[in-house]
């Protein structure tokens, strides 16, 4: 089946830039996400790519998608402290529509 | 809207007893998703649902969980009985198909203990 997988956690300093990588197996993806998860609370969708575009840029958050590695990664300019939080990458499954596979969530530490 | 609603926010129970959590999703929406949250696992699929039928239920661990969706506008899961190792956090979430990109709602989860 699918597979996404994600490093468990980052550190970084406010104001600094965060990236957030992933991969994944399944090369028929139409749409990627992501996905933050503040504390004591669900997920909420942060942003998306097509695949058939390499970049996106909304505000302080850039995606990157590199379809040939099967990587993903999502850039945060000027981190926050508000920014700490869990990120989720997520692909379209190939067996089910609607359906999404997760990976294992990134854990984002910004320190002052 | 009120977004997805899922009661409790926290269950404490003990071995062997049955649990049942709530889900009320986004008027509107026709896919419903239940998951299952633990350090250890992540993030599960447990089984979905579009216009009140069962699509995918192979996330299920085993025969004692059980989800039903009687109308649009709510959904159980059940754990019958329960064990210690059902403890994590359950997240109900719903979605309205399109024919573009699917933005799933996520409620704020329970938190369920089994002592």
């Known amino acids: 089946g699918e597979d996404v997988e994600q490093s468990l956690f980052l550190s970084v300093r406010e104001g600094d830039s965060s990236v957030i990588n992933c991969t994944y197996t399944?090369?028929?993806?139409?749409?990627l996400y992501w996905y933050k998860q503040e504390p004591g609370a669900g997920l909420q969708l942060l942003t998306y790519?097509?695949?058939?575009?390499d970049m996106k840029q909304d505000q302080r958050l850039t995606v990157l998608l590199n379809k040939k590695d099967k990587h993903l990664s999502l850039r945060i300019a000027d981190t926050q402290t508000g920014d700490s939080a869990i990120y989720f990458c997520?692909?379209?499954?190939?067996?089910?529509?609607?359906?999404?596979?997760f990976g294992t969530g990134t854990r984002l530490l910004v320190s002052p | 809207d009120a977004g997805v609603i899922q009661s409790p926010r926290h269950e404490v129970t003990e071995m062997g007893q049955e649990v049942t959590l709530r889900c009320k999703p986004i008027?509107?929406?026709?896919?419903l998703f239940w998951y299952r949250q633990t350090m250890m696992r992540g993030l599960e699929l447990l089984i979905y649902?579009?216009?009140?039928?069962?699509?995918?239920d192979s996330g299920m661990p085993e025969d004692r969980f059980s989800a039903k969706m009687p109308n649009a506008s709510f959904s159980t899961l059940k754990i019958q009985p329960s064990e210690p190792r059902d403890s994590a956090v359950y997240f109900c979430?719903?979605?309205?198909?399109?024919?573009?990109?699917?933005?799933?709602?996520f409620g704020p989860g329970t938190r369920l203990t089994v002592l």
């Open positions: 997520a692909v379209d499954s190939n067996t089910g529509f609607q359906k999404l596979v």
């Open positions: 790519i097509f695949s058939n575009m």
């Open positions: 399944d090369s028929s993806s139409t749409y």
């Open positions: 979430a719903s979605s309205l198909q399109r024919f573009s990109y699917n933005e799933q709602f």
């Open positions: 008027s509107g929406h026709d896919y």
């Open positions: 649902f579009n216009n009140n039928v069962p699509i995918d």
